[in-house]
Every structure is written in C-alpha cells, then in structure tokens.
C-alpha cells in the first residue's frame, strides 16, 4: 500500500515522502496513529505543493538575513556598563545587551541566541562580534564597551 507520512517515522520515512508499505503496517499502525495518509493523487498534490511553499520561504528568509548582514556588517553599537575601580566590569556584557543596543541604535532585530560571543566581555574597550542570522550568513559587529 503507497502512503503519504504526515510525520517522520523512525526507520520508514520522513514527513512528506510517499513510500510503499504493507498493508497490514499501513492500517494497523500509520494510519491509526495518523502518522500516514492513503497517497492518492489529491494528497501527493497537497504534499508537493507544501514542499514547494516550504522551500520558497527558506529561500525568502536566506534573502532577508543576507540583506540584514549587508547592513550589519561593520556597524559599531555603545554599549554603557557599570565599572570598578581597576576598569573591570561588575559582571559580562551578554547576547541579550548586544541584541538591545542593536535594537536601539541600529533598530535591526537580532535574536540574542544568534550573537556568538567567543569570551565574555569584562573589561572596557572595543571588541568584534559574530552574528550568526541564517545557514552560512553571518556579519561582524564592533561592540564598543563605555563606563556609564
């Protein structure tokens, strides 16, 4: 029996491909649990058409974090932080603050997960940081790190 997975099954097949199963397997275990649907041709359509959506929007979001790279490439955000006497700071400055400056100054939204801070930042100066916005597309930022 030909049927359309709805959901990766372990050891059958991945979501969205049409594979040819037994039918004791088919009706007993993937179309009970509704893991698989019977693959007539309306639902080979609806498959590849999700696909094909599924694609567009991975190409389209590659297109806008390339664009967001070109303009985050070499920009430069002030970050202000609270200093001790000997010029370290009183604790790191994160993904979370970079990501806020990044808001604020350049008003670009960049998720604080995706800045790869190599060291913590504890002491005053200027420091290069990578972001990370999509598969292979990555920009450099200056963080300038001022005593409040």
């Given at each position: 029996m030909k049927v359309l997975l709805e959901q990766d099954v372990k050891g059958t097949g991945k979501k969205g491909e049409v594979i040819e199963v037994s039918d004791g397997f088919a009706r007993n275990f993937l179309l009970p649990h509704k893991l698989a649907t019977p693959a007539d041709a309306q639902a080979v359509n609806a498959a590849s058409i999700q696909k094909s959506a599924a694609a567009h929007r991975k190409f389209q979001a590659g297109v806008a974090a390339r664009d967001m790279a070109k303009q985050l490439e070499g920009a430069a955000v002030t970050v202000k932080a609270k200093v001790g006497e000997n010029g370290h700071l009183f604790g790191a400055i994160t993904g979370k603050e970079i990501a806020a400056a990044l808001l604020e100054q350049k008003k670009l939204e960049?998720?604080?997960?995706?800045?790869?801070?190599?060291?913590?930042?504890?002491?005053?100066?200027?420091?290069?940081?990578?972001?990370s916005l999509y598969e292979n597309t990555f920009a450099n930022v200056k963080v300038i790190v001022e005593k409040c």
């Open positions: 960049v998720d604080k997960k995706k800045i790869a801070l190599v060291d913590p930042i504890r002491a005053l100066g200027e420091y290069t940081v990578r972001v």
